[in-house]
């Protein structure tokens, strides 16, 4: 069977990465988070996290060469061993979604669908001001929503939660700022193909993923 491309699209916060890993869990799809993959880089020291660091603790952009070398690896390392590729939090520029669509075509595959989720500013404001993140099983957690069971402890590994130094909120609002710039134009751009669906963001984890589970399985 062909592997299927989807991108989660959507604001810092928006609930992707929840999201991404659920369905991607569920329906055997490859999550590839250029986030997480950077994360990890910076925590092992490596040079592309060492490059990384730089732009994500200023919530900047990581330019786009770097992105989609990273990206190309991924998929030439993980093509044909699920039923397709969950993209969250990539592409973020215009440039990305274009050499994606270049990437994809190399191997005669195209984007299946683009999920838009659709949060309005002040919950993105509250959700990523409110993540709290395991630092040795990275389980994401949200202080208001989906709190840990104790304390501020992780319920799989009791260690202490710890708050990702972007979302502290001066760094926020400069990754809002980026966001609106380099990423909202993606919307117009995808809305031009017959790819984009827009699903309610706001609603709870698990409604959205019912939204979800029907556009992965509609198609
Ligand atoms: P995220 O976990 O998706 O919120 O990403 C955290 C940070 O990693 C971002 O604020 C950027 O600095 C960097 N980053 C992640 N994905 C990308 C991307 N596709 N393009 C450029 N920078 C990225």
């Known amino acids: 069977m062909k592997e299927k491309f989807y991108i989660f699209l959507g604001p810092p916060g928006a609930g992707k990465g929840t999201q991404a890993k659920y369905i991607a869990d ?24 060492k490059i990384a660091h730089s732009y994500i603790s200023e919530g900047k952009l990581v330019p786009d060469d770097i992105i989609l070398d990273l990206v190309k690896d991924y998929l030439g390392r993980f093509r044909g061993q699920a039923n397709g590729f969950i993209f969250d939090g990539f592409p973020r520029t215009i440039d990305q979604a274009e050499g994606l669509n270049e990437i994809l075509q190399e191997n005669q595959n195209k984007i299946d669908k683009v999920i838009y989720f659709n949060v309005d500013e002040q919950t993105i404001i509250a959700r990523n001001i409110n993540r709290r993140v395991c630092p040795k099983c990275k389980k994401v957690y949200n202080l208001l929503v989906k709190p840990p069971e104790h304390d501020l402890l992780c319920d799989i590994c009791q260690v202490e939660l710890l708050q990702r130094e972007d979302d502290k909120p001066d760094v926020i609002s400069d990754r809002l700022n980026v966001y609106k710039a380099k990423t909202e134009p993606l919307i117009d751009f995808y809305k031009q193909t017959d790819k984009f669906v827009e699903i309610n963001g706001q609603l709870s984890v698990e409604q959205v993923a019912i939204h979800l589970e029907k556009e992965i399985n509609g198609i």
């Open 26 to 49: 569920k329906f055997n799809y490859h999550q590839i988070s250029t986030g997480d993959i950077l994360r990890y880089n910076v925590d092992q020291g490596t040079e592309l996290g």
